[in-house]
């Protein structure tokens, strides 16, 4: 992650009581109840510096076709981000421009992610496993 908005990252960690551990911010969720976590990972896209933040909901091993196709259809009602399979997980995911971070939409994303993908963990799963 570029700098800057490495820097707003620690800023909003420190603010909202979140633990970071290099590309990773744990998100604790019901007063603590529960945690979630999202993976930060800086990429490039037609030369624009971007970042991917990531929350996953659980193994796919686990989702008949089905329910896939639900969670597909869940995508259209999210104000923000998008479910999507990444290896064997599905993940809630959202992308962020990296050259002028704003402390308050990163704050906003993480916050909207990790509680999304917990609804949708504790829903689907019934767990508290990531």
Aim: charged letters at 25%; glycine letters at 8%; one cysteine or more.
């Amino acid at each position: 992650m570029t700098d800057p908005f490495s820097e707003a990252l620690d800023r909003v960690c420190e603010a909202q009581g979140w633990t970071r551990h290099g590309a990773r911010v744990d998100v604790p969720i019901e007063g603590g109840k529960r945690h979630q976590h999202v993976e930060l990972d800086a990429f490039d896209f037609e030369g624009e510096d971007l970042v991917r933040v990531v929350s996953p909901v659980g193994p796919t091993t686990h989702i008949d076709p089905l329910h896939l196709n639900t969670a597909l259809r869940l995508n259209y009602g999210l104000p923000h981000g998008a479910l999507a399979l990444h290896g064997e997980q599905l993940v809630l995911v959202d992308t962020l421009l990296a050259d002028e971070p704003d402390a308050e939409e990163i704050e906003a994303v993480i916050d909207y992610l990790s509680e999304t993908a917990d609804h949708f963990e504790k829903t689907i799963f019934g767990t508290d496993e990531v």
